[in-house]
């Protein structure tokens, strides 16, 4: 039995008519032999996106090793600035997490480059840049929140919880960006279209990357809007959806060909499709019945405002910034 899973999965390889690997950001060979488990998705989880500072969520590797933007801009600063930090209390052994990262530069600074952050990373990416002295339109917006959240008292716990979801979210819109950036099929459409992609489709993708990776987005509402949230992760929860799953959920949700103004609407349908058939195929071999209920738990998110999405959880720390117009700003720069 176990010798006939593995011809499947090998087939599924070898016939998949989308890219598997080009929409599961990041990948891993063990994607491919999956297991309806909490174990399979948190695994993953914990292997990908934790700081190795600090343990908050990262979006990636930054100068060496898995890190957060917030000890990775911390990390840069120091190095470009050349800063000298001295431990507050004398003994350079601080605990340093989510916390208490702020607390303790020099201990902070002493781990960075003890969990193996390359100075040499930060001086060659600035020679890279020919000395400009700017910084990008999303690296102000994530120091802004991490700023916004750290300044906040953290021994009071309501503050603490709220602190915690706007952080996580402003990490979620950096996911988003650097999923779709290594989407080959996505970079292939002009920039209209790209546009209006990115414009209708980021709050669907906010909800499912937050259902993803477990991450509360409980702000304690009693709205409409909070109670579909609230019952789209529990459905979610049932489902236990494999990372290849949740991949072609993002890819339908991004390539929707129903707008009436985009250019290419044969192409984006095509994309769509496709994602669709891999998703067909990759069930179909566990369980026939599941393609069917994946899908109906699409119109779920539309049932939530954008709108709602960016008040919530965006306007305390950006306030009415656009953030369809801040997701375009990163996709460009």
């Known amino acids: 039995m176990e010798n006939k899973k593995s011809s499947i999965d090998t087939d599924l390889q070898m016939t998949k008519p989308f890219d598997i690997v080009s929409i599961c950001l990041p990948v891993s060979k063990k994607l491919l032999h999956h297991s309806y488990t909490e174990t399979t998705t948190t695994e993953i989880n914990n292997n990908n996106i934790f700081c190795a500072v600090c343990g908050d969520f990262s979006n990636g590797k930054h100068y060496g090793i898995l890190s957060c933007n917030g000890c990775s801009g911390f990390f840069k600063r120091s190095i470009r600035r050349k800063l000298v930090y001295q431990c507050q209390t004398k003994r350079g052994n601080c605990t340093i997490d989510k916390v208490h990262r702020n607390q303790c530069q020099a201990c902070r600074f002493k781990k960075c480059l003890q969990m193996g952050m390359l100075k040499e990373a930060v001086q060659s990416e600035r020679q890279r840049r020919n000395n400009v002295h700017s910084i990008d339109y999303h690296d102000k ?125 044969k192409q984006i349908e095509y994309l769509q499709d496709q994602a669709q058939i891999t998703l067909a195929q990759f069930t179909q071999i566990y369980n026939p019945t599941r393609f069917g209920r994946l899908l109906l738990t699409l119109p779920l998110f539309r049932n939530i405002s954008s709108k709602f999405i960016e008040k919530t959880y965006f306007s305390h720390t950006i306030g009415y910034t656009s953030i369809s117009k801040l997701l375009l700003h990163m996709f460009k720069n």
């Open 141 to 265: 917006y994530i120091e802004r929140t991490m700023d916004h959240c750290s300044s906040r008292q953290t021994n009071d716990s309501v503050n603490h919880i709220d602190d915690i979801v706007y952080a996580s979210s402003s990490q979620i819109l950096l996911m988003i960006i650097k999923w779709i950036r290594n989407l080959p099929t996505f970079s292939n459409l002009s920039i209209h279209d790209q546009s209006i992609l990115i414009e209708e489709s980021w709050s669907e993708l906010f909800l499912l990357w937050a259902i993803q990776c477990s991450i509360s987005l409980d702000n304690r509402g009693h709205s409409e809007n909070d109670k579909l949230i609230n019952n789209i992760f529990q459905i979610f929860k049932q489902l236990k959806l494999d990372p290849i799953e949740y991949a072609c959920l993002k890819a339908i949700i991004l390539f929707r060909f129903d707008i009436r103004t985009l250019n290419d609407v």
